[in-house]
Nanobody, 121 residues
Framework: QVQLVESGGGSVQAGGSLRLSCAAS????????MGWFRQAPGKERERVAS????????TYADSVKGRFTISKDNAKNTLYLQMDSLKPEDTAMYYC??????????????WGQGTQVTVSS
């Protein structure tokens, strides 16, 4: 069973930066497709970024391209999301997700509890 624990959320002013972390246990991140998703109140869940098992293939939502960077450290079994130039519309609960197959073409099986990001103008 894969367990995911996010951290790093918080409140920041527009233009600021945050780095989210997702610590995985029960499975090595080297064998996981992983991604970050977010959901704002009253809105549908959105896939923000994803990463292949090797880390060699990434995807980003158009709304975050050029501002967010997804990465992972297999030695630490941790996924990251570096968020720069944050905007108020980035305010949401951010979730880490993982699966042994693609997290893009199907809903991931494993989810963290979420970490709140709030960006003020």
């Amino acid at each position: 069973q894969v367990q995911l624990v996010e951290s790093g959320g918080g409140s920041v002013q527009a233009g600021g930066s945050l780095r989210l972390s997702c610590a995985a246990s029960g499975y090595t991140t080297a064998g996981l497709y992983m991604g970050w998703f977010r959901q704002a109140p009253g809105k549908e869940r959105e896939r923000v970024a994803s990463l292949s098992t090797t880390g060699g293939f990434t995807t980003y939502a158009d709304s975050v391209k050029g501002r967010f960077t997804i990465s992972k450290d297999n030695a630490k079994n941790t996924l990251y999301l570096q968020m720069d130039s944050l905007k108020p519309e980035d305010t949401a609960m951010y979730y880490c997700a993982a699966d042994t197959t693609s997290v893009v073409s199907a809903t991931p099986r494993y989810w963290g509890q979420g970490t709140q990001v709030t960006v003020s103008s």
